[in-house]
T-cell receptor, first 116, second 115 residues
């Protein structure tokens, strides 16, 4: 079956431009996560969607970052007025409902964002 | 403030020998721990996990040990194979904190298994 897919795989943008990153989760997975991995760092939690519940946006680093998940499936992460420090690999993951223990998260290949 | 630390950025072992990857954490509220493996240009894949009520969990060649008093866990791979060469991330969760989905990751350790 298809795994988590992300597009584009690579994105180079100029400082100040807006970018949109897309994530297609595994069909049937109700939970969706966005992470960011900057150079030499671990994965940094950004945002979490679970079904129709309000998303947990506590990891978003600034108000330039936003994400939505339409129809409980596809998600888009938008970064407005990009800065050089936004350069990173943005990873999306999905899982079945998290339940009482951290659900096994299935990751996409990531989008490498470079802000010049 | 790094709550999950993987102090060895890299590790090199011979094929057939044991690989031991270490992870330390500072948040005593963490009660569930996971290891992920990542190949270049791919997303991380789940490997093995352990709850804080256990001190050992084994799955084939992979064993995770948890020492709660020392806030330390380790992943043992025996025997190591060249295909195990990847970056290994340690992650932790505070299930009691109401956000059991939120994982805190270490920076990763690059394991190289030499034939």
């Amino acid at each position: 079956g298809a795994g988590v897919s992300q597009s584009p795989s690579n994105k180079v943008t100029e400082k100040g431009k807006d970018v949109e990153l897309r994530c297609d989760p595994i069909s049937g997975h109700t939970a969706l996560y966005w992470y960011r991995q900057s150079l030499g760092q671990g994965l940094e939690f950004l945002i979490y969607f679970q079904g129709n519940s309000a998303p947990d946006k506590s990891g978003l680093p600034s108000d330039r970052f936003s994400a939505e998940r339409t129809g409980g499936s596809v998600s888009t992460l938008t970064i407005q007025r990009t800065q050089q420090e936004d350069s990173a690999v943005y990873l999306c993951a999905s899982s079945l409902s998290s339940g009482t223990r951290p659900a096994e998260q299935y990751f996409g290949p990531g989008t490498r964002l470079t802000v010049t | 403030d790094q709550q999950v630390k993987q102090n060895s950025p890299s590790l090199s072992v011979q094929e057939g020998r044991i690989s031991i990857l270490n992870c330390d954490y500072t948040n005593s509220m963490f009660d569930y721990f996971l290891w992920y493996k990542k190949y270049p240009a791919e997303g991380p894949t789940f490997l093995i996990s352990i709850s804080s009520i256990k001190d050992k969990n084994e799955d084939g060649r992979f064993t995770v040990f948890l020492n709660k008093s020392a806030k330390h866990l380790s992943l043992h791979i025996v025997p190591s194979q060249p295909g195990d060469s990847a970056v290994y991330f340690c992650a932790a969760s505070d299930r009691g904190g109401g956000s059991n989905y939120k994982l805190t990751f270490g920076k990763g350790t690059l394991l190289t298994v030499n034939p």
